[in-house]
Nanobody, 115 residues
Framework: QVQLVESGGGLVRAGGSLRLSCAAS????????MGWYRQAPGKQRELVAA???????NYADSVKGRFTISRDNAKNGVFLQMNSLKPEDTAVYYC?????????WGQGTQVTVSS
């Protein structure tokens, strides 16, 4: 089992920046990929960015060039640097980790971007 705890959400004006953090604990040595998803009201949860243990990354088209995902293997964490935020980035952001047995989710952190 893997436990995930997110932090770093909040309220920011359009054009501003936020950095989300996710700390993993438990069976961390089995984790392969980690990433961030978001869910806005009335919409499905969608992938924002993901990274594998090999260092490859994947971004949603809507955040390319603005968001950067990074992983600290020593500290068992994954981070999401969000720059040039837009009101449409408003959502609950969830940390995700995957290993050979399944997928794990954090409790989510709210990001609100005002216009």
């Amino acid at each position: 089992q893997v436990q995930l705890v997110e932090s770093g959400g909040g309220l920011v004006r359009a054009g501003g920046s936020l950095r989300l953090s996710c700390a993993a604990s438990g069976s961390i040595f089995t984790i392969n990929a980690m990433g961030w998803y978001r869910q806005a009201p009335g919409k499905q949860r969608e992938l924002v960015a993901a990274t594998t243990s090999g260092g490859s990354t994947n971004y949603a088209d809507s955040v390319k060039g603005r968001f950067t995902i990074s992983r600290d293997n020593a500290k068992n964490g994954v981070f999401l640097q969000m720059n040039s935020l837009k009101p449409e980035d408003t959502a609950v952001y969830y940390c995700n980790a995957e290993d050979y047995s399944g997928s794990y989710w954090g409790q989510g952190t709210q990001v609100t971007v005002s216009s």
